[in-house]
């Protein structure tokens, strides 16, 4: 059974970083692509970051030089670190891999 549990989010203020974490367990992390999305109030889900086994990476354009996305395999750990966040970050974000999704973690920011 896959667990994934997400930790890190809160409440900041505009301009401010957080870095949100996503530990696995129950899947071979390594191997598979792992993913970042978000969900604001009233909008659907939506992609912002992905990294592949190999560490490549792709961001969605709102997010490009401020977030970055990165992987611990020896931790079965994804990040994702926010830099310079802005209010319309705010959201509740997930990782995913594969068919898994975490439970979704706050993430809020204040002007």
């Known amino acids: 059974q896959v667990q994934l549990v997400e930790s890190g989010g809160g409440l900041v203020q505009a301009g401010e970083s957080l870095r949100l974490s996503c530990t696995a367990s129950?899947?071979?992390?390594?191997?598979?692509?792992m993913f970042w999305y978000r969900q604001a109030p009233g909008k659907q889900r939506e992609l912002v970051a992905g990294?592949?086994?190999?560490?490549?990476?792709n961001y969605v354009d709102f997010v490009k030089g401020r977030f970055t996305i990165s992987r611990d395999n020896a931790k079965n750990t994804l990040y994702l670190q926010m830099n310079n966040l802005k209010p319309e970050d705010t959201a509740v974000y997930y990782c995913?891999?594969?068919?898994?999704w975490g439970q979704g973690i706050q993430v809020t920011v204040s002007s």
């Open positions: 995913q891999i594969g068919v898994n």
């Open positions: 129950g899947t071979i992390f390594s191997i598979k692509p």
């Open positions: 990294i592949s086994s190999g560490g490549n990476t």
